[in-house]
């Protein structure tokens, strides 16, 4: 059984570590990650102009492909790793430290994001898997799929630390509302719900009494 639906009031925080430092690791600004994507994709796109002979058409098409992915890459761990069936006391330790305590304390600000050194290892570690690949067409391709995360990271603390906007993200703030107050077996998109509509896991529609 996944974690429970959290309180929407609950607003306090949990150490996960007895040691400081490794404390402060589980938590970052959001202003951090996403600033450090958004470079590291700019920093891509400029090696892939100055060292590559991809052109312009091909480079856009390829940053589309990789943002398109990472939605899907998004939904997949968010449905599948984070919301893991806890048939063990491993998996249960585990997804409550990647995801369980987000469920628990939505509104703590300092663990919206993944901390910064996880994420830029696992985003250098993506770029030298899949230049073995896709060669210099890893250069289009990953810094699409890391604005993705930067994008995803932006919706998802606007969710949390704000109230509804008056604006399109109203219905991504609704959407993910829904999975943490009402059903977390459903509604898995954060930045886009496109792949909740696919594989019909989009919220139930309550019935008019």
């Known amino acids: 059984m996944n974690n429970k639906n959290s309180s929407p009031n609950n607003k306090g925080t949990k150490t996960l570590s007895s040691n400081p430092l490794i404390e402060r690791l589980t938590r970052t600004h959001i202003s951090i990650p996403i600033t450090l994507f958004l470079l590291y994709s700019g920093g891509l796109l400029y090696w892939s102009a100055i060292n590559t002979s991809l052109s312009i058409v091909v480079t856009v098409g390829l940053f589309f492909i990789g943002l398109l992915t990472f939605t899907l890459v998004e939904y997949i761990m968010h449905r ?3 919301h893991m069936e806890l048939t063990t006391t491993l998996r249960k330790k ?6 369980g305590v987000h469920h628990e304390f939505p509104k703590d600000k300092d663990r919206l994001a993944m901390p910064p050194l996880a994420s830029l290892t696992i985003a250098t570690t993506l770029l030298f898997l899949l230049r073995l690949v896709m060669a210099d067409y890893v250069f289009g391709f990953l810094p699409g799929f ?3 995360y930067a994008g995803y990271l932006f919706v998802h603390y606007i969710v949390h630390a ?3 906007p008056k604006n399109i993200f109203k219905t991504l703030w609704v ?6 107050y009402k059903d977390n077996e459903r509604a898995f998109g954060v930045s886009s719900p496109l792949w909740d509509y696919i594989f019909r896991t989009m919220p139930r529609l309550e019935k008019k009494t």
């Open 80 to 82: 599948y790793l984070f």
């Open 94 to 99: 585990m997804q409550y430290i990647m995801h």
């Open 146 to 148: 890391l604005t993705g």
């Open 162 to 164: 704000f109230q509804p």
């Open 175 to 180: 959407h993910h509302g829904i999975h943490h």
